[in-house]
Protein backbone atom coordinates (compact mmCIF):
# COMPACT_ATOMS: atom_id res chain seq x y z
CA UNK A 1 0.00 0.00 0.00
CA UNK A 2 1.50 3.37 -0.90
CA UNK A 3 1.69 6.08 0.99
CA UNK A 4 -0.86 8.53 0.05
CA UNK A 5 1.11 10.97 -1.01
CA UNK A 6 3.40 9.22 -3.45
CA UNK A 7 2.66 9.50 -6.68
CA UNK A 8 2.94 7.66 -9.95
CA UNK A 9 5.99 9.45 -11.12
CA UNK A 10 7.83 9.07 -7.71
CA UNK A 11 7.49 5.51 -7.77
CA UNK A 12 8.69 5.52 -11.57
CA UNK A 13 11.63 7.15 -10.44
CA UNK A 14 12.43 5.23 -7.03
CA UNK A 15 12.00 2.44 -9.19
CA UNK A 16 14.95 4.42 -11.83
CA UNK A 17 16.81 4.57 -8.62
CA UNK A 18 16.48 0.72 -7.46
CA UNK A 19 17.52 -0.75 -10.77
CA UNK A 20 20.27 1.10 -11.27
CA UNK A 21 21.71 1.03 -7.81
CA UNK A 22 24.84 -1.37 -8.21
CA UNK A 23 24.91 -2.26 -4.06
CA UNK A 24 21.46 -3.76 -4.60
CA UNK A 25 22.04 -7.77 -5.85
CA UNK A 26 19.81 -8.42 -8.67
CA UNK A 27 17.51 -11.07 -7.06
CA UNK A 28 17.10 -8.78 -4.16
CA UNK A 29 15.86 -5.87 -6.84
CA UNK A 30 13.28 -8.65 -8.04
CA UNK A 31 11.47 -9.31 -4.83
CA UNK A 32 8.51 -7.26 -4.46
CA UNK A 33 8.92 -6.86 -0.56
CA UNK A 34 12.67 -5.97 -0.89
CA UNK A 35 11.83 -3.48 -3.56
CA UNK A 36 8.92 -2.03 -2.11
CA UNK A 37 10.69 -1.44 1.31
CA UNK A 38 13.40 0.56 -0.53
CA UNK A 39 10.47 2.25 -2.74
CA UNK A 40 9.65 3.26 1.44
CA UNK A 41 13.13 4.15 2.16
CA UNK A 42 13.78 6.80 -0.95
CA UNK A 43 10.62 8.24 0.04
CA UNK A 44 11.31 8.76 3.83
CA UNK A 45 14.96 10.03 2.34
CA UNK A 46 13.59 12.97 0.10
CA UNK A 47 10.96 13.69 3.36
CA UNK A 48 13.38 14.32 5.52
CA UNK A 49 15.60 16.17 2.77
CA UNK A 50 13.06 18.71 2.89
CA UNK A 51 12.93 18.97 6.56
CA UNK A 52 16.53 19.48 6.77
CA UNK A 53 17.66 16.25 8.10
CA UNK A 54 21.44 15.46 8.30
CA UNK A 55 22.28 12.94 5.95
CA UNK A 56 24.19 11.43 7.81
CA UNK A 57 21.20 10.81 10.10
CA UNK A 58 18.59 10.55 7.14
CA UNK A 59 20.94 6.98 6.76
CA UNK A 60 20.22 5.75 10.12
CA UNK A 61 16.87 6.54 9.84
CA UNK A 62 16.28 4.85 6.65
CA UNK A 63 18.31 1.93 7.98
CA UNK A 64 16.44 1.47 10.78
CA UNK A 65 13.12 1.94 9.48
CA UNK A 66 14.29 -0.99 6.54
CA UNK A 67 14.55 -3.13 9.60
CA UNK A 68 11.44 -2.65 11.30
CA UNK A 69 9.47 -3.34 8.32
CA UNK A 70 10.17 -6.84 8.29
CA UNK A 71 7.03 -8.62 8.41
CA UNK A 72 4.76 -5.25 8.41
CA UNK A 73 3.58 -2.59 5.82
CA UNK A 74 6.86 -0.64 4.72
CA UNK A 75 4.86 2.41 3.93
CA UNK A 76 2.95 2.74 8.01
CA UNK A 77 6.60 2.00 9.18
CA UNK A 78 8.55 4.77 7.12
CA UNK A 79 5.48 6.93 7.16
CA UNK A 80 5.30 6.14 11.27
CA UNK A 81 8.93 7.20 11.37
CA UNK A 82 9.07 9.91 9.28
CA UNK A 83 5.56 11.31 11.49
CA UNK A 84 7.93 10.69 14.89
CA UNK A 85 10.52 12.50 13.39
CA UNK A 86 8.40 15.34 12.34
CA UNK A 87 7.18 15.58 16.03
CA UNK A 88 10.59 15.20 17.74
CA UNK A 89 9.10 12.06 19.20
CA UNK A 90 11.61 9.29 17.57
CA UNK A 91 14.59 8.49 20.18
CA UNK A 92 18.02 8.50 18.20
CA UNK A 93 20.98 7.08 19.79
CA UNK A 94 23.90 9.38 20.14
CA UNK A 95 26.59 8.12 17.53
CA UNK A 96 29.77 6.72 19.55
CA UNK A 97 33.13 8.57 18.88
CA UNK A 98 35.80 6.25 17.42
CA UNK A 99 37.70 6.24 20.52
CA UNK A 100 34.20 5.35 22.41
CA UNK A 101 33.85 2.17 20.12
CA UNK A 102 37.54 1.01 20.49
CA UNK A 103 37.25 1.19 24.10
CA UNK A 104 33.82 -0.60 24.24
CA UNK A 105 35.09 -3.29 22.17
CA UNK A 106 38.55 -3.92 23.83
CA UNK A 107 35.93 -4.36 27.11
CA UNK A 108 33.87 -6.71 25.34
Known amino acids: MYNKYVTAEQIQRYDANIDSDSQIPSNLKKNPSIREVCRAGLYLYEQLMQLH ?3 SLIVRIQWTAGKL ?3 KDPWEVHSFI ?10 IEDDMDQDEFKE ?3 KN
Open 104 to 106: DRV
Open 69 to 71: SLH
Open 53 to 55: CPE
Open 82 to 91: LESYKNNSLL
